[in-house]
Structure formats: structure tokens, C-alpha cells
């Protein structure tokens, strides 16, 4: 299958393929005329490239990544690095959560205000305010 008969099945640009392939993700042979050629496996390939991709990580994590699941076997010290990557994603999580808390007391001082003065911190505001 050529680049953009694989590129709309899987729902990729051609230039992520490309990218794809300079970072050794997706491998495609060349036909006589130097077009590039790829399996009918390279649809599912770039599925899972994307989803790698949207776990957060980075292309050099998911070029050691897929030889391992491929072989359905995870070095120690890869699953070491995986399980640093959750470890971060789910710090993340709760920045995310506690800034979502922080704009819930700006809404309940925007949409509420009363007579008191300014809070001196959101902290502080959070526990005399309603929360929306």
C-alpha cells in the first residue's frame, strides 16, 4: 500500500508517517519507481504509534517499546521507565486537578462576592466561599 492510501485508512498525514519512519517506528520498502510501499500491518502499527504518542510518550521510548510488544516481553529496566512515565502522568493529574480547584474558588468569588475583603490567598478564600 502506498503513503496516502495508508495515511487516510489510519488517519495520519503523510509527513507523520515520514516522521514515523526517520524515528525507525515504521518500517516500508520502495517500489520501482522509488515510492515508498507499505504492509497491510502498518495500518494497525500506526494505531498503536498514536496511542504511544497520546500516553505521553516520547518517540525514543516508543521505538524501545514496540520491539517489546512485539516479543510480549518487557525488559526490567523498560518497565522501570514505564512505570516512571505513570508515575509523572499521574502527578500531572493531580496539578491539573488542583488548578481546576484554584478556578472553582475564582468562580465562586466571581459569581458570589460579598463584602468581605479581597482573600489574601485562594487557600483562604476557598474556605469561607461557596464552591459552583
Known amino acids: 500500500m502506498r ?12 509527513r507523520a508517517l515520514r516522521y ?3 524515528q525507525g517506528l515504521l518500517r516500508s520498502s ?3 519507481g522509488g515510492q515508498r510501499v507499505y504492509p497491510q500491518s502498518a495500518e494497525d502499527r500506526i ?4 496511542e504511544l504518542y497520546t ?11 514496540l ?13 522501570r521507565r514505564l512505570l516512571a512515565e505513570r508515575a509523572r502522568t499521574t502527578a500531572k493529574v493531580a496539578e491539573l486537578q488542583a488548578a481546576g480547584q484554584r478556578l ?15 482573600p489574601a490567598t485562594l487557600r483562604q478564600a476557598s474556605a469561607t466561599s461557596p464552591t459552583p
Not at 494505531?47 to 498514536?50: G, N, P, T, V
Open 3 to 14: 503513503i496516502g492510501e495508508l495515511a487516510d485508512r489510519a488517519g495520519a498525514s503523510t
Open 47 to 50: 494505531r498503536l504509534i498514536r
Open 55 to 65: 500516553a505521553g510518550l516520547t518517540s525514543r521510548m516508543i521505538a524501545e517499546l
Open 30 to 32: 520502495r517500489n520501482a
Open 104 to 118: 472553582d474558588t475564582l468562580i465562586a468569588l466571581a459569581t458570589h462576592p460579598d463584602s468581605n475583603s479581597c
Open 20 to 22: 514515523y519512519e526517520e
Open 67 to 79: 520491539p517489546a510488544i512485539d516479543v510480549r516481553r518487557v525488559s526490567p529496566e523498560l518497565l
